[in-house]
């Protein structure tokens, strides 16, 4: 049985607010949120980091699709969308994840 935390979110084995759901990508709710819309968009199947991610074009496409369409269906035009990479920029859970905030002003270049 797999140990990912999110593997387990998507699976149904732990609870969360789930946002946008399709045939590769799920989204749900940060419980420690950053901003007013803080939703992590994970791929159903498991890789590790973006790197990782990148090696399956056809998941790749399917996470930035989910991306598109839950903006969409939340009516969101401006969004920020991050993918940390490695723990040293902050990566503490190892299924890829971008995290899609909202609903403040968000400084350029990040701090
Ligand atoms: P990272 O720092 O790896 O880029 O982001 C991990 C994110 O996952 C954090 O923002 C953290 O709040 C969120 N997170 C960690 N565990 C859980 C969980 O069990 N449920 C939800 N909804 N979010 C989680
Ligand atoms: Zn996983």
Redesign the pocket.
């Known amino acids: 049985m797999t140990e990912c935390?999110?593997c387990k979110?998507v699976a149904g084995e732990?609870p969360?607010?789930k946002v946008y759901e399709d045939d590769h990508a799920f989204a749900?709710?940060?419980?420690?949120p950053?901003a007013e819309t803080?939703v992590?968009v994970v791929p159903k199947k498991h890789y590790a980091d973006l790197p990782d991610l990148a090696n399956d074009p056809e998941a790749a496409a399917g996470l930035l699709a989910g991306i598109r369409d839950l903006a969409q269906e939340k009516g969101l035009s401006d969004f920020r969308t991050?993918?940390?990479t490695g723990a040293g920029v902050?990566?503490?859970?190892?299924h890829v994840?971008a995290?899609v905030l909202a609903g403040r002003s968000f400084g350029w270049p990040p701090g």
């Open positions: 935390v999110f979110i732990i969360s607010t749900f709710a940060d419980t420690n950053q803080h992590l991050v993918f940390n902050g990566q503490t859970v190892f994840h995290h």
